[in-house]
């Protein structure tokens, strides 16, 4: 297959010229990057995996992505892209929970995305990729950021096979603009991160105050699908105290198989350069996902690769986590800051399940 050309000028997506066209000049950072409207890009490979971060910064503002490719881009290809630099909600598991910079523009969103299918992905024209897969679930809360309806337009018209799947921890807003964007882009997914079957347990895990309980999340996922005629799904990061056949039984009451979907994921630690828990957390969700499947879901299971080397899970963002330390000015603390970190670090001795909880 010939090697793929990029496009000569991206577009801005609130005015279709090229990016080199706004008024704002690019700048001039001594490679590329400026192109795609960031001062810096920086690739970051884990080539066993084929797993790759790509790390995106301007003077005020970092942003986070991640490629993976199955056994071969062509057949299928995930890119998780930031909405936010940092986020507001705080959870306790992901590396951006404890500080909070800015949402993204929807050419920062966009632009992500672009850069990676344009140059990282051997060559390949995406348009050619079997199945693609862009999220948002880098970074930040993608329902926060009403860009991002802009950025799924552009998205939509660059690659229109690719589906475009949201992955939201179910902020209280007016959803009637989600609603609408999925009817609009009939390629976007809706997935909300449940990750426990108890509001109390849930409250402990993501602190944002002014989020939807588990039976609004309900709700709304029967009007999308009422609206939309797809089906949302769940996910739930299994770890040894929400595994029990209850913790099942309550999601099924919560999220009718008939209607919803499953993701069970494996839980990355958030520390950098700590060795990850993987084959016990993994055992875990392959458990989880056997009692979800009995009780009528489809289950997927998310077991992220490149978790010690390059901090492959979406949530991790080490060198996120290293741009704010570096830059302490520009980060606000987020609700989460200064709580405990959820899901305890595996350089503690684990003699059982137990000694998981926290
Ligand atoms: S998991 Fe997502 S919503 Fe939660 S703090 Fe991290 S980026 Fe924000």
């Given at each position: 297959m010939a090697p793929y050309a990029a496009p000569q000028h991206q577009v801005d997506?609130?005015?279709?010229?090229?990016?080199?066209?706004?008024?704002t000049p690019p700048r001039?950072?001594?490679?590329?990057?400026s192109t795609y409207h960031w001062d810096t890009i920086r690739e970051f490979a884990d080539p066993t995996e084929r797993v790759k971060k790509l790390v995106f910064t301007q003077s005020d503002c970092v942003a986070e992505s991640t490629l993976y490719g199955s056994r071969s881009y062509e057949e299928h290809t995930i890119v998780c892209c930031s909405?936010?630099?940092?986020?507001?909600?705080?959870?306790?598991?992901?590396?951006?929970?404890d500080f909070f910079i800015r949402k993204l523009s929807a050419s920062e969103i966009v632009s992500q995305a672009q850069y990676i299918l344009e140059n990282c992905i051997d060559g390949i024209d995406p348009t050619c990729i079997q199945k693609l897969d862009i999220r948002v679930m880098s970074m930040g809360e993608p329902l926060l950021n009403t860009s991002l309806w802009q950025a799924f337009h552009y998205l939509h018209a660059l690659y229109p096979h690719a589906t475009l799947q949201i992955s939201t921890s179910a902020p209280d807003i007016d959803w009637s603009w989600v609603l609408d964007m999925s009817v609009a882009i009939p390629s976007v997914a809706l997935q909300f991160s449940?990750?426990?079957?108890t509001n109390q347990a849930r409250d402990a895990l993501i602190p944002f105050k002014r989020k939807l309980s588990l039976e609004g999340i309900a709700d709304i996922g029967i009007a999308w699908h009422r609206t939309t005629g797809r089906r949302p799904s769940f996910n739930y990061c299994a770890h040894g105290c929400n595994v029990d056949q209850a913790d099942a039984d309550r999601l099924t009451g919560l999220f009718p198989p008939a209607i919803w979907d499953a993701t069970v994921s494996v839980i990355c630690e958030r520390n950098e350069f700590q060795r990850a828990h993987n084959q016990h957390q993994h055992i875990l969700a392959l458990d989880f996902s056997s009692k979800l499947a009995s009780r009528g879901f489809k289950v997927r299971i998310e077991n992220p690769p490149a978790v010690e080397t390059?901090?492959?899970?979406?949530?991790?963002l080490w060198f996120v986590q290293e741009w704010m330390r570096a830059h302490p000015s520009l980060v606000r603390r987020s609700v989460g800051n200064s709580l405990p970190a959820r899901h305890p670090s595996p350089s503690r001795s684990v003699q059982s399940a137990a000694d998981l909880c926290v």
């Open positions: 997506i609130d005015s279709h010229r090229p990016i080199m066209s706004l008024s001039n950072c001594g490679d590329h990057a909405t936010m630099s940092g986020c507001p909600i705080g959870c306790r598991f992901c590396g951006s929970g449940v990750h426990e079957s390059i901090g492959g899970g979406c949530g991790q």
